[in-house]
């Protein structure tokens, strides 16, 4: 150990909050009482010895932090040692004691130095075990945080990718039916490409952002819509209701299109009337909350377990946690209805 790391080790023992000073004298003062009890003397005595005993262990206890190596109870019992040998020499200089005092009366000053070792190690010692629990919830709690931050961070991975792969059969079915338009109904096919246009306005910019608004997202699924009921002619009908406070609202990207597109996959177009879907938000017992209705075919399986559904739900958990979830129930009238419960943000509630 080189001059400039022994001086950075002797300099960390006075590397202490004052909030645990405080308690070290506080500790020092009553074991001060408890030794007056058997001393004749002025209490100063014991209180000059208690504090000069405790500060000077919890000193070496702070240079040597046994809480954060290996052979913490060696190197606890070595610290207060030390901090005895120095608590004494600290109370010989301070009550000004000769040396031929000391020499005279050395059992004295042992058993002195004896004691205050035993307290040393029975007060370091407790404290030491509440401050590696302390530590030890600490980590874990750190533990957990990096946990959630990489859960977080692979549904965005996932959410990259999704909104990278916008469906091909989608679009390939959508630009054919433009071509077949082009050639026998020339203003629905100008129609239907203004709609492709709307939606890849709207798809392509989140490939750059992190984030989008439900306001975003509702229109997303609105030109996606569009172009649904082109091609589905009079068997689609669909209708948005997004207040204007909630367009604003944070809400993850891809998760309404992809009910939209589960509610014309699995409800829509199975039914041979088709049927209509409705997208609406509102505030709800203090949550946003998102539904998209439809009146087609209704649960034909065992309600939210489809895959999408289930991706769904674990990319909201991964960024919300148990604040938001994914419900999936019969409509009264048929069909079914998908609603997500999400936090309200601050700007949001304050709307409302």
Not at 180 to 198: S, Y
Not at 282 to 305: F, I, K, N, Y
Request: include cysteine.
């Amino acid at each position: 150990m080189n001059q400039f790391a022994l001086l950075a080790w002797f300099r960390r023992g006075f590397q202490v909050r004052l909030q645990t000073a405080l308690l070290i004298a506080g500790i020092n003062t009553a074991i001060a009482a408890l030794m007056s009890i058997e001393d004749s003397r002025p209490f100063w005595h014991p209180l000059i010895s208690a504090h000069a005993f405790g500060f000077a262990i919890a000193y070496f206890l702070n240079c040597m932090r046994p809480w954060e190596r290996a052979h913490s109870l060696l190197r606890l019992v070595a610290a207060v040692a030390l901090g005895t040998v120095v608590g004494m020499l600290l109370v010989i200089v301070i009550k000004q004691y000769e040396p031929a005092v000391v020499i005279k009366d050395y059992h004295r000053f042992l058993f002195t130095m004896f004691y205050a070792c035993i307290y040393g190690l029975l007060v370091s010692f407790f404290f030491q075990t509440r401050l590696r629990d302390t530590l030890a919830a600490a980590t874990l709690h750190r533990a957990e945080s990096e946990r959630e931050r990489l859960g977080r961070q692979a549904a965005e991975a996932q959410l990259k990718l999704m909104q990278a792969q916008i469906e091909p059969h989608f679009l390939f079915n959508t630009l054919a039916n433009v071509q077949f338009l082009v050639e026998t109904d020339p203003p629905r096919a100008g129609a239907m490409l203004e709609h492709l246009i709307q939606y890849l306005r709207a798809a392509i910019p989140q490939l750059r952002e992190e984030s989008t608004t439900l306001g975003q997202e509702a229109k997303l699924s609105q030109a996606y819509l569009a172009i649904i009921q082109m091609r589905m002619g009079q068997r689609l009908a669909f209708t948005i209701d997004i207040p204007v406070e909630l367009a604003g609202q944070a809400f993850p990207p891809m998760v309404l299109l992809s009910l939209v597109e589960n509610a014309v996959k699995h409800g829509i177009e199975p039914a041979a009337a088709g049927g209509k879907i409705s997208i609406s938000a509102a505030r709800h017992d203090g949550m946003l909350r998102v539904e998209v209705t439809d009146t087609g075919q209704g649960l034909s399986e065992v309600p939210g377990q489809g895959v999408g559904l289930a991706n769904i739900r674990e990319r909201l958990l991964a960024l919300y946690g148990e604040r938001a979830r994914l419900t999936l129930t019969q409509g009264q009238h048929g069909g079914a209805i998908a609603a997500v419960d999400l936090p309200l943000t601050a700007g949001a509630a304050a709307n409302l």
